[in-house]
């Protein structure tokens, strides 16, 4: 069976700049969630990053791309517009789009959601339980009940998205807050799937169910079909019109 | 009770280099559709069009527009990205969208959907029957079975759109082709409907009954609030957290 | 303005056998709920109980309905199938109805779903918060950013329910569960909103915003119209059919 | 790899009484559709009717059935409560179940929809076009951009479903009307797909995109777990509570 290509994204900023988050992850996120899902097989997994040209996501690394795993957060302003665009078409067009964490605020995201992905948050390290609502979801597979991660920062509602095709994981925090933690939508022929967890300070790629998720994610969303976008003009219909005994001045936007 | 203010935006081309259009809708569609809306009552209707400073379109007529209907069709292009950025702000602040025909590739349609919009289409002056299937809600008060257009153009699927919160309206048409012609979606605190019909030679906003789902739609689309976007930082929790002896790098964007 | 016909049923088992309930609801809950309601306005206000005739639900008691508010707990299986049957052939007409609490597993409820409509509960006296995930929709008019009741008993996921096409609220508990707890859903031509609130021991029907958030349903779901379900033999077409030179055999029930 | 077990069910009497659909059909509609699917490969394809004993879906069978195939018509009301309701919890623990034609008024569709499931209809061997709207759906996986059947019953919208989780076709008829031909739900840990092509006297069955699309739809609605409802009392909670100085009295069913 053929490997799918997965794509790890990574802004790798704080892991470079942040004594914490560096001693955390020394290498970068990425290479922590590429190894954990390499782990679990089925993938070929690839890395980029904010720094490399065209970040990483030249046309043709995007074409040998089946799922593009993201993470970012303190420099979503630097992605270039055009690479945005360049990973927005793609997922249309068919591959698999997974959003982590702060990610939630990335160009890509809120370009494909159309809204705010805004959110209330607080850094205090608190308990998170994930609720798995949906055992019987693809993406769930292998994760019992809910998923706990004693240290997180939070993420409170309202979350402004639209109304998710399917909520996987409702988040129960400490400090009394809730949100819709896993959350899926089809753009276009690409489907995307948005998961909380994930800090640049807290161990949250170590930990397995939260990999297991984004593996099962990843072969969840896997392109069925790529298809390129077109808005045809079909001249010929496939029934016999009637005649038609008007006058209509020529349409069209031609004088 | 308060009267509910609609603005009708139009871009106003067709209508004045068109000799077709320019007879059939001698002072701009946007006209037309006003007066058809302000006939059946209970709105304060504006028009605005893209050759106005701001397209018409300045921070004080959007505050001041509770529901926004929108035709466009050559000119998307020529739509200040700012101008969409602020029409898009207020739209996820509770303002109304009813965006008409053409109006599927606007630049406001397509980022508030996060697809392509692309569809198939033919200029044959076909018959069109739009099937009503939702009659007890409220954009087809007044509608019955079916709208039946005798001139239209075609527009048929695949429509590349989110799958619609609500779909209203299906589309027959003589030549063989099908189309989801009303949808509705929420965005932030707004609401957006899509309406196929209409177009720049055909006299369809002329039709009483696509008047009346027009009418419909804008008070469907009425804001229940208007609510400014933030993504606060809520430092004090409701519950009390528990004592987090683990020490963590500190987060956040400061080194 | 027309007032809109409200028929609040309950069992009422609890409050004439229970001391505590007694207590609390002397005349029942239904008593509190529809006089909540009443002093809000705008609502003739009914009520209806397991031991009446028909249950209080006659023919014409369900016609003057436009929405009937429901709570059942102990006695689901002594509600006579033919009066279910009676109510969904009207909420599915256009009638609206409001699902409380423990009438998660009434056969109205499941009968509408066509789930099992299961859940995790626990009767600890804990505290909830109900977060407002929609400020902007009109079952939440007027309530802030939550609800918190100081003790209820605790619904918690998986909550067996189709997708709601309205998420509204979710609710936090001190034991740390989570919980969908205010949903919306289409069926027929009425629309159904199940809240999660509501118990025979702890006070919740005395709370406001409680009240409000009934009050603020009864209201959304006021029906748009009320159509009669039919299945007809459309045998004229529409269109002109081609000639069909083929020799099927005789199709239907008859041989 | 494991096979996919299907059942494919018939209540198999038109075919036994109309001499136009014994000729079509002389072994049963079942039959074709068992013999098309299995010669697509992947699955070990089983049969059962109306007039087996337990209509031939024995606890035992359906326990032994990852998805089956519905199609009935004239018997609906033939087919006994108990044996629809052990095919219900087994859709709502995971099984797949596909629905064909006019097993859109079978008891088990209408029980998991919670509706009417009513529609238009005319027997007059017209053309359908099937057009696809997902075709990046597995569901449409090998079919084009539409299916064509030059003679066919027409069903006509309203058709009262819940709004589906995804429409993946859409039908023109000629004779002028429109339908949602292909729909999906979930329905507790099990998937529904209904399918409109099918016949009794129309040889639908015979057509090779027609079983293109109920196998695809076998392999989509694979159950992912099988999982028996409960609805636990959890005791104990996840955290601890504070303590409770109120007095309530004992809720629950005991007085």
Redesign the interface.
């Known amino acids: 069976m053929k490997k799918l290509k997965v794509t790890v994204w990574n802004e790798f900023i704080?892991e470079r700049?942040?004594?914490?988050?560096?001693?955390?992850y020394p290498a970068g996120m990425h290479k922590v969630i590429a190894d954990g899902i390499s782990k679990l097989g089925g993938m070929e997994v690839q890395t980029a990053t904010l720094d490399e040209p065209e970040h990483g996501l030249t046309e043709t690394a995007v074409q040998n791309t089946d799922v593009l795993v993201w993470w970012g957060?303190?420099a979503h302003g630097e992605v270039k517009d055009e690479i945005v665009e360049r990973v927005k078409k793609r997922v249309?067009e068919?591959m698999g789009l997974i959003v982590l964490h702060s990610g939630h605020?990335s160009k890509i995201f809120k370009?494909?959601?159309?809204?705010?992905c805004?959110?209330?948050?607080?850094?205090?390290?608190?308990?998170e339980?994930l609720?798995?609502?949906?055992?019987?979801?693809?993406i769930t597979?292998g994760i019992g009940e809910y998923i706990e991660l004693p240290?997180t920062?939070?993420y409170?509602?309202?979350f402004?998205i639209?109304?998710p095709?399917?909520?996987i994981f409702?988040?129960?925090?400490?400090?009394?807050?809730?949100f819709?933690s896993g959350c899926t939508?089809?753009?276009?022929?690409?489907k995307v799937f948005y998961f909380r967890p994930g800090?640049?300070?807290?161990p949250i790629f170590y930990n397995s169910q939260v990999i297991r998720v984004i593996w099962n994610a990843c072969k969840w969303a896997a392109?069925?079909?790529i298809?390129a976008?077109?808005?045809?003009?079909?001249?010929n219909?496939?029934?016999k019109?009637?005649p038609?005994n008007?006058d209509?001045?020529?349409?069209?936007?031609q004088?």
């Open positions: 704080h700049k942040n004594e914490g988050s560096k001693k955390l957060h303190r249309l068919g605020y370009s494909l959601m159309g809204t705010n805004s959110l209330k948050w607080r850094e205090a390290a608190e308990k339980r609720w798995n609502l949906e055992p019987s979801h693809p597979e240290n920062e939070m409170g509602e309202r402004d639209p109304t095709d399917e909520l409702v988040s129960w925090f400490e400090g009394g807050e809730v819709r939508w089809r753009r276009g022929h690409g800090h640049e300070t807290y392109p069925q079909i298809m976008d077109k808005c045809p003009n079909i001249s219909s496939l029934e019109l009637s038609k008007v209509f001045g020529k349409a069209g936007i004088q």
